[in-house]
């Protein structure tokens, strides 16, 4: 059973340039309090196949977590 599930996910800069940042919010629940990070990760697939052609894009950190509902951008 997972501590976290991710309720939604929008793309806050839509379209956006190719060298522009990525916007993110994230809304996620979680059932009980974590006192550490939780890490984020942005990952590409290229192919299902082959996680080795996998490209992190870009990662974050947030923490503590309260239980409940959570967002950030």
């Known amino acids: 059973m997972s501590i976290v599930s991710i309720r939604d996910v929008?793309?806050?800069?839509?379209?956006?340039?190719?060298?522009?940042?990525?916007?993110?919010?994230?809304?996620?629940?979680c059932i009980a309090p974590l006192p550490d990070d939780i890490e984020w990760k942005l990952i590409f697939?290229?192919?299902?196949?082959?996680?080795?052609?996998d490209q992190e894009l870009d990662d974050c950190c947030i923490g503590p977590v309260p239980a409940g509902n959570n967002a950030f951008t």
């Open 45 to 53: 697939v290229s192919s299902p196949e082959n996680r080795d052609l």
């Open 10 to 29: 929008q793309i806050l800069n839509n379209p956006a340039k190719f060298s522009d940042p990525y916007k993110f919010k994230v809304t996620f629940e």
